[in-house]
């Protein structure tokens, strides 16, 4: 069918050119200005068909843009000079009005395939735009392939000069939280807060501690005082030896010994430092007091070494079970990317049990450390302590962490605590069974099936609702589930070895503080063509969970050669279906007036079906439907008209290019099949 069609699609586009003049390439309507879209354009020209740019709803800045290159490293420059002048060159395209001015570098770290990533801060009048993050990624050769981001354009009408005080601001920050009275707070700090879906604001920073479970960064408006945002920090939920954990099986431990006292500390993992005595994982007792009494002037006391006589005997199943599960944490993360502990950089990793008052598990970014409760053995269970590290992991990213918590970023950042504790399960166990605190009394979130325990599975059961952070418990089931469709739950899903490496990817390389859904997408699939080739199988089941989860994406400008997608220079037109209800018939009518048609138009073919007709991006041919059901072709001119294929089509639909076209058939008469067929290559130079 596809080679018969073809041709008459070829002689109805080709006779209808010499009617419409060329115009240069088509521009996508969400530019925000003619500036933006001539930056496009120019770029465009320069790196060819391969550039994409995806721009954020919100305020137009693209979220994401890749070319190969996107701009070709400076000869005996440095990677930040290469960095800098693409952001220079394509100023009009990010809608930043001074990037060397308004980006500073503010961290530098090394990609696993030879190349970098440049993360840059944003600053308005010398004051931090926040939380704004854009990140330059080059190859191994100091080549720009892709840049991304979540900031603002160039903020405009914002004051600088705060009528609010820092004390005054202080005062309405510890208003803003329970027991605020005896809260400490940081100095506050004047920021122009942009988050990506707000207009940007003056306003005072500052970090509002009232206890361990309880720490937030609160931003007041530095012009009227009003709260703007509550952004929680506290992410919730060498000798060998043994012991019996909080599920009575026995663990073999590494465990520290001076003289005849074994200590519950780690000094085993190749980040351990001799010389310095850092790189250690260890496990204190909070024996009971609560957070208060062991958080005493921000800073955690009270809390005591487990010790024992015998490096094999340990009557703290607490302690075990955090020492087994810290160790495996560490050893997943060092095994599968060669992480040296949450940060990298061989931090200590430390952790207090049997907290009296808490029941709960959380990851403390200030304190770097987790805390367990004296309730429902939390210690105990692997994932939940991988997921909790997981939160450590993405608050070392960059200069500032990654995904703040709250709202999508929020959900991002749970949904990668389960994805990586899911998989450290599966690492120590052999599989995994995507339930997380399966070991809880209650077992907490179902990856494989959200709403078996209330949470969204796609983004039409999305649930706004400002509690919980902005719901970063409930929608996190949306990214949870496109990751198990692409590890395990998609017909050929790519297995969990690939999968996470995709989704490390794109957390450690692409995510910023105010990350959303459709950046972990673009993200992702980004990271998956890096590590294993555009049009690789992996990639291509990771943009198929994401459909599945109904986070979609595709460019906003499509690079498509001028004189085959072009935008018409001229008056309106149009073709449309006009019901006739003398003849008790439909017709397919043109409208336009440099062929002479009146103001009610021209009849170009009689009886026709209902259907919306769909016409090529240059306004040469229509494709639409007979009313008997067949496929109709014909030039806007009028000429060549041609039909076939009586009582098999439903509807048809031709891409503006003229190179894919769409069709629903007929499963029986005038009812359609279920099915979209695409056909590729019907352009006429093809044909």
């Not at 409760?373 to 450590?392: F, I, K, P, Q, W």
């Not at 991002?412 to 399960?425: P, R, S, W």
């Not at 992702?524 to 063509?529: Q, R, S």
Request: with cysteine.
């Amino acid at each position: 069918m596809k080679a018969q069609v073809m041709q008459q699609v070829a002689a109805a586009v080709r006779s209808g050119e010499a009617n419409h003049a060329a115009a240069p390439a088509r521009t996508a309507t969400s530019f925000r200005d003619g500036a933006q879209t001539d930056a496009f354009r120019r770029l465009h020209q320069r790196v060819g068909p391969s550039l994409e740019v995806y721009l954020r709803p919100e305020n137009s800045t693209p979220i994401q843009i890749k070319g190969t290159p996107l701009y070709k490293a400076i000869p005996g420059g440095d990677e930040e000079a290469t960095a800098k002048a693409f952001l220079r060159e394509n100023a009009a395209l990010l809608l930043l009005q001074n990037p060397d001015e308004e980006l500073r570098l503010a961290n530098r770290q090394a990609d696993e395939l030879g190349g970098s990533t440049l993360r840059f801060t944003q600053h308005y009048l010398g004051l931090e735009v926040w939380p704004a993050e854009l990140a330059v990624h080059l190859d191994g050769g100091g080549n720009v392939g892709m840049v991304d981001g979540a900031y603002v354009g160039t903020p405009s009408d914002v004051a600088v000069r705060a009528k609010l005080t820092a004390g005054e601001a202080e005062a309405r920050a510890r208003d803003s939280v329970a027991d605020g009275a005896k809260a400490t707070v940081s100095p506050p700090n004047l920021v122009v807060y942009a988050p990506v879906d707000q207009k940007p604001r003056l306003a005072w920073k500052m970090d509002v501690s009232v206890a361990l479970d309880q720490d937030w960064w609160v931003v007041i408006d530095a012009q009227d005082g009003s709260s703007l945002a509550k952004i929680s920090r506290v992410m919730s939920d060498n000798v060998p030896g043994s012991g019996v954990d909080l599920l009575g099986v026995t663990r073999s431990l590494n465990v520290w010994q001076s003289g005849t006292t074994y200590y519950m500390i780690d000094a085993s993992k190749p980040m351990f430092n001799p010389t310095t005595g850092e790189g250690y994982i260890e496990t204190d007792d909070a024996r009971g007091l609560t957070e208060s009494q062991i958080l005493v002037a921000n800073t955690i006391q009270n809390t005591t070494l487990v010790v024992s006589t015998s490096a094999t005997s340990w009557g703290n199943p607490d302690a075990v079970s955090a020492a087994y599960n810290l160790s495996q944490t560490y050893d997943y993360y060092y095994d599968r990317f060669s992480r040296s502990s949450y940060d990298g950089n061989r931090g200590n990793l430390e952790g207090v049990v049997r907290i009296g008052n808490l029941a709960n598990a959380f990851w403390h970014p200030t304190h770097k450390m987790m805390f367990f409760g004296n309730a429902d053995r939390y210690a105990g269970s692997l994932d939940v302590v991988g997921h909790e590290v997981t939160h450590g992991v993405a608050n070392s990213i960059g200069s500032q962490g990654v995904l703040f918590y709250s709202g999508q970023s929020g959900a991002l950042n749970e949904a990668y605590a389960d994805i990586f504790g899911e998989m450290i399960e599966a690492r120590t166990k052999g599989t995994n069974d995507w339930l997380i605190g399966s070991q809880l009394s209650t077992i907490i979130r179902s990856m494989s099936n959200p709403p078996a325990y209330s949470q969204p599975a796609t983004m039409s059961q999305y649930v706004v609702t400002s509690a919980d952070n902005g719901g970063v418990h409930k929608n996190s089931g949306i990214i949870n589930r496109a990751y198990y469709l692409v590890a395990a739950g998609l017909r050929d899903a790519i297995g969990g070895r690939d999968a996470e490496r995709i989704f490390y990817r794109c957390l450690t390389v692409s995510m910023k503080p105010f990350s959303q859904f459709i950046d972990a997408r673009l993200g992702c699939v980004a990271a998956a063509e890096a590590l294993f080739g555009v049009g690789s199988v992996q990639a291509l089941k990771t943009a198929e969970a994401f459909d599945s989860v109904e986070l979609y994406a595709a460019p906003s400008s499509a690079a498509q050669p001028a004189n085959v997608n072009a935008a018409v220079q001229a008056l309106d037109s149009a073709l449309f279906i006009r019901r006739h209800w003398f003849y008790s018939r439909d017709d397919l009518w043109r409208w336009e007036g440099a062929m002479g048609d009146a103001s009610s138009g021209s009849s170009l073919v009689t009886s026709v079906k209902v259907t919306r007709p769909s016409v090529v991006g240059n306004g040469s041919g229509t494709f639409f439907v007979g009313a008997d059901d067949s496929l109709c072709v014909i030039a806007t001119g009028g000429t060549n008209f041609s039909t076939q294929y009586a009582g098999l089509v439903h509807s048809v639909s031709v891409s503006p290019e003229g190179r894919y076209a769409a069709f629903v058939f007929n499963a029986a008469p005038r009812l359609p099949t279920n099915q979209i067929v695409v056909l590729d290559e019907w352009r006429s130079d093809k044909a």
